[in-house]
T-cell receptor, first 115, second 114 residues
Framework: KQEVTQIPAALSVPEGENLVLNCSFTDSAIYNLQWFRQDPGKGLTSLLLIQSSQREQTSGRLNASLDKSSGRSTLYIAASQPGDSATYLCAVRIITQGGSEKLVFGKGTKLTVNP | GAGVSQSPRYKVAKRGQDVALRCDPISGHVSLFWYQQALGQGPEFLTYFQNEAQLDKSGLPSDRFFAERPEGSVSTLKIQRTQQEDSAVYLC????????????FGPGTRLTVT
């Protein structure tokens, strides 16, 4: 059974710092990996999608890497800002034996960026 | 264009009541997913539709949960005889088709069972 773990569970940093959020998964048979942001009381906003054949994706100050063989992904946030404060969720897309597909999520990392 | 919408945004139900949660996916999206998110946890898969066909309902917690998508667009998640443990945020997501595409999420429905 696929399990996704995110470390740390919470992180508090001063504004301007570069930071790394970690995600690990137990089964390397994934289709892709998606990083999301969730603000309190809101739905999920997709940040980056990395296909299983890719090593990294970049969008603005965000860079996500994927090492499928070791079951790890990192989300790097450069020059953090207070507006980056949110919970960041990592999810892997799997195809089940029955031909279905779904996302398996970690519990998230709650990030606080202090002004 | 319009994103995924869900209604109601908030629902309070007394234990034992039936509830119906609606999801309007992005127009033309073939795949539709329901997830349940308990407080402080990541979302957990409930069920998956491809057009009107429910291909996977393995995540539904009990036979009190039922989902449908009769015309391949709007979907309804119904919970019968609600229990306190059903309190959670119910998220709907849609995707254009293949697993290569990302899933787009709605704002969720927060269900509180009292």
């Amino acid at each position: 059974k696929q399990e996704v773990t995110q470390i740390p569970a919470a992180l508090s940093v001063p504004e301007g710092e570069n930071l790394v959020l970690n995600c690990s998964f137990t089964d390397s048979a994934i289709y892709n990996l998606q990083w999301f942001r969730q603000d309190p009381g809101k739905g999920l906003t997709s940040l980056l999608l990395i296909q299983s054949s890719q090593r990294e994706q970049t969008s603005g100050r965000l860079n996500a890497s994927l090492d499928k063989s070791s079951g790890r992904s990192t989300l790097y946030i450069a020059a953090s800002q207070p507006g980056d404060s949110a919970t960041y969720l990592c999810a892997v897309r799997i195809i089940t034996q029955g031909g279905s597909e779904k996302l398996v999520f970690g519990k998230g990392t709650k990030l606080t960026v202090n002004p | 264009g319009a994103g995924v919408s869900q209604s109601p945004r908030y629902k309070v139900a007394k234990r034992g009541q039936d509830v119906a949660l609606r999801c309007d996916p992005i127009s033309g999206h073939v795949s539709l997913f329901w997830y349940q998110q308990a407080l402080g946890q990541g979302p957990e898969f409930l069920t998956y539709f491809q057009n009107e066909a429910q291909l996977d309902k393995s995540g539904l917690p009990s036979d009190r949960f039922f989902a449908e998508r009769p015309e391949g667009s709007v979907s309804t998640l119904k919970i019968q005889r609600t229990q306190q443990e059903d309190s959670a945020v119910y998220l709907c997501a849609s995707s254009p088709g293949t697993a290569l595409h990302e899933q787009y999420f709605g704002p969720g429905t927060r269900l509180t069972v009292t």
